[in-house]
Structures are given as C-alpha cells and as structure tokens.
C-alpha cells in the first residue's frame, strides 16, 4: 500500500487572513483608507459615454466578443524604453494610453477605469490558497492642455496611492459613494483594465513538473463591462485582448479603436511633451477621407 503524500501545513488558512482583516479593518484602516478614496472620487459619478453602434439597453445581456492585437516588437521594446526614461513602469505607460485613448473618444475629462489588483501585499498570505483579488478604480483628470509626460506622472502618483490603499473591498467603496444604481451599467466604472508581465503569466502549452497546462476554449463569451482591455507582455513583445459588450459594439468600431489605439501609442514615443489632445489616432485613409 502506497502513502499518501501530505502536502506541507500552513501556518495561516484562508479563514485567519478573513479575521484578521475584520479586525484591521474595525481598527481605523477602513476609515483611512475610505477617507482616500472617498476625496478621489466623491461628489457625481459619472458614466462614461463612448460612440456606440446602439444604444444602452435597460437591462445588460453580458454578451460579449473579444478582438486580439499583437503589438510589433519594435513598438513593445520602445514602450519599454518610454517607461525607463519617465521612471514609470509599463503597466503605468499603456494605462496612461488606455485613459487618453478613452479620452479622445468620449471628450471627457473624468475618466476613471477598473483595475484587479492581486491583493496579496503580505509575505503570509503568498501561498495561500482562497480569493485575494480586489478591484480599484483608476481616475485621470484629462483636459487639453495636458502633456503626455504630465499624464504618465499623474498616473504613476495615483497608482502608488492605490498601492496603500487597496485592502478596502470595493463593494464598501460602492456603498460608501452611493452612485446612482442602474442595471445598465457597472458603478463607478465601465471600462476594465488589467496588465499582466511574463512573471505572472500561465502561457497556454507550459509544462510544470507533472503537469501539462493547455487553453480551453469556451466556445462562448461574456463582456461583464462595456470594453475591457487585457495587456500581457512577455520576451516576444506586447499581446492585447479587447473585450466588448455585443449590445453596445460592432466588431468594426473595435477594430478601428484598436488600430487607433495603436497609432497614439507611437504618437505618445514621438514626443512625451505633446499634449493629449494632439496624439494621433486616425491610419492616413481616414485622414485623407476626413480632410475630402
């Protein structure tokens, strides 16, 4: 007869981080840290209105449809060089991208995004197995007169904010707000974002001790937002996944917002000077037939 092996004993369970974060959380962390969130993002809440195929329906279908784009090399490697030299990281350059690309889109200053954060800060919790992931809601202050560089500094102060605020559960940070409900829309933010580098990265065919990992596909998909864009970058460059709900989007203004998104991405390599408002979004056809 054959032992079962035992897996090592953790000193912590899932349940002993639970109580500990009630009890930090009735310490005055929750006050502290709602008191950050709540000055950020107080007063109206806005829902960000992009030019949509159809109008919003009453009711969200969460039927979704994704688009993929592989960034060239050449671009990737120079993003990475931009975020060197403005003393960003990379997650900060394509989120900065993301909310001016939003930006231009909807001609709104307040642009706020949705982004998971792992939630797993302490050394304790590492290999603890249970649901650590928390979501944070990312606001920019665009208007005309902001710069590239300017941007990517604003977003680098708020990102390490979030960073020592992201304990508080963003459904406290729902109820605390109070938007105005609707079943049409996600509160607080309609718009996801989420960057993963080659560290945190599970590649489809990966091989581990015992263990062969391969992609399923699901046959189906869901868009639990109006347009969430997923970015991975690994050695071979920069792949993202832009999701979008069905209801709201044809495939086509997708395609095109992709392609623009891309052109202010070498527009924002050009000069970190420029303003926002100036990055180039249109491929030269559409200029031309602009222009005509």
Excluded: C
């Amino acid at each position: 007869q054959g032992q079962t092996p035992q897996l090592p004993e953790l000193a912590l369970q899932y349940a002993d981080y639970a109580h500990w974060q009630r009890q930090w959380m009735a310490a005055g962390e929750r006050e502290r840290q709602l008191a950050y969130w709540q000055q950020l993002l107080g007063g109206e809440q806005p829902v960000l209105e992009l030019p949509t195929a159809n109008a919003r329906p009453a009711l969200q279908s969460y039927r979704g449809a994704s688009l993929q784009l592989d960034l060239p090399p050449a671009l990737a490697a120079a993003l990475n060089a931009l975020a060197q030299r403005e003393g960003v990281t990379l997650f900060m350059v394509l989120l900065a991208s993301f909310q001016s690309l939003l930006y231009r889109y909807s001609g709104q200053q307040d642009i706020r995004v949705g982004v998971p954060i792992a939630n797993r800060s302490r050394v304790e919790v590492e290999r603890l197995v249970g649901f650590f992931v928390n979501t944070q809601v990312f606001k920019a202050d665009i208007d005309g007169q902001l710069s590239v560089g300017q941007l990517l500094q604003q977003v680098k102060r708020r990102s390490l904010d979030a960073q020592s605020h992201q304990d508080l559960p963003f459904e406290q940070l729902v109820e605390a707000l109070q938007p105005e409900r609707s079943l049409s829309h996600n509160p607080l933010f309609q718009v996801m974002f989420n960057h993963q580098s080659e560290a945190g990265l599970m590649t489809s065919g990966q091989s581990l001790p015992d263990l062969r990992v391969e992609g399923l596909d699901w046959g189906s998909q869901t868009a639990q937002f109006d347009l969430s864009l997923d970015t991975q970058a690994s050695a071979e460059g920069i792949h993202a996944t832009l999701t979008y709900a069905t209801d709201l989007f044809a495939p086509a203004v997708l395609e095109r917002m992709l392609a623009h998104w891309q052109n202010l991405l070498w527009g924002m390599l050009d000069d970190p000077q420029q303003r926002v408002s100036q990055l180039p979004l249109l491929e030269p056809v559409e200029q031309q037939t602009l222009v005509r």
